[in-house]
């Protein structure tokens, strides 16, 4: 049994061939699928944040609204980069988007990948100390929010505060309890898969990772979760950790399916390089009739040793072609791979 989300980069584009013409119709489309995801039985409505581009960016915004229109679907996202993020504004704005989804947020985090612009976090306020990497700047913001998200006091109080305080150091608030437990780490290898597991962070692989071994990418994929999940029994905590991994997978069902991703399945992964050092491995898409589908999905070892799997949708389709794409592997795929009784 797996939980079966989906993850949306929320793209919008003015071209009168899009069905997502601005950053508002990328906003309401996404509450809209979230709620039709919900209605068919999914688990959960993820999306992914970029920034300085045509695309979803602040998303505690749009998960709070997500929140609100929905009751039982997981919300969260896919990843946030910590290099862009203030730790203590963003365990605020993370705990009241929890609290408004009683408890429903799985927030994914990452040190983020390349983007749209040259170091676009100096933009935003933000520069590695000395002697820090941008990445290691990441990980630090990263470890900062996990304090923040403990909810222990740490700030002095004013002695003559404008509204009264409790007893003691005072924490950021609101406070959601629970959320510490539901962070989870993008790792892009298997060494920060490692350091999540040692954090105490859930784990979401995506469709890339560093090209470590030059295996096929879910062979690749699959020893990373492995290697988390030793990791975690080595540090001794006491909870089950999640894992998730992304894929891009069409049940060719009928003529617009075929029309749009009829040749999709075909492609293999492919091998390239993030920055001038990072060899990285991009995992192929699947898009096959149903039975060959199921023959092609029951190959892959990542998706047999994660418990969570995120379906990537074309969101600029439209959200009543994405809800299609949803319910088809719901209905006509679950059910065979052995995700849904």
């Not at 100096?122 to 700047?137: I, K, L, N, S």
């Not at 403990?150 to 005072?170: D, H, I, S, T």
């Not at 190959?299 to 994405?322: H, R, S, W």
Request: zero cysteines; hydrophobic letters at 40%; aromatic letters at 8%.
């Amino acid at each position: 049994m797996k939980n079966i989300g989906f993850l949306s980069f929320g793209h919008w584009t003015p071209s009168p061939q899009s069905g997502t013409r601005s950053a508002a119709d990328a906003l309401l489309q996404s509450i809209d699928l979230a709620v039709a995801a919900e209605e068919l039985g999914a688990d959960g409505a993820y999306f992914r944040v970029h920034h300085f581009a045509r695309q979803l960016a602040s998303p505690f915004p749009l998960l709070a609204a997500v929140a609100a229109r929905t009751r039982s679907i997981e919300i969260g996202t896919g990843v946030i980069d910590m290099r862009y993020e203030n730790p203590l504004y963003m365990a605020e704005s993370a705990s009241a988007a929890d609290l408004i989804s009683g408890g429903r947020l799985q927030l994914g985090i990452s040190r983020g990948s390349p983007e749209q612009v040259i170091d676009g976090w100096r933009y935003f306020g933000y520069q590695p100390a000395e002697g820090e990497t941008d990445a290691d700047m990441g990980r630090r913001h990263t470890e900062a929010l996990l304090e923040v998200l403990r909810g222990e006091g740490f700030a002095k109080p004013n002695p003559q505060p404008m509204f009264p305080n409790p007893p003691g150091l005072l924490r950021t608030e609101p406070f959601s309890a629970g959320l510490r437990d539901r962070i989870w780490w993008g790792a892009g290898s298997n060494a920060t898969a490692v350091w999540a597991a040692k954090l105490g962070m859930n784990l979401q692989s995506s469709t890339l990772k560093d090209d470590e071994t030059g295996e096929a990418f879910h062979v690749q994929q699959a020893q990373q979760i492995r290697a988390y999940r030793a990791a975690w029994a080595e540090a001794g905590h006491t909870r089950t950790p999640r894992v998730s991994v992304s894929r891009s997978i069409f049940a060719l069902m009928d003529d617009r399916d075929r029309a749009y991703f009829g040749r999709s399945g075909e492609e293999g992964d492919k091998v390239g390089y993030l920055d001038e050092k990072t060899r990285a491995i991009f995992g192929r898409s699947y898009a096959a009739e149903p039975e060959q589908l199921i023959k092609q999905l029951k190959q892959d070892e990542a998706i047999a040793e994660a418990d969570t799997l995120l379906l990537t949708v074309p969101n600029q389709l439209g959200v009543d072609y994405n809800a299609h794409v949803i319910e088809s592997i719901l209905q006509h795929i679950a059910p065979a791979m052995g995700w849904r009784s």
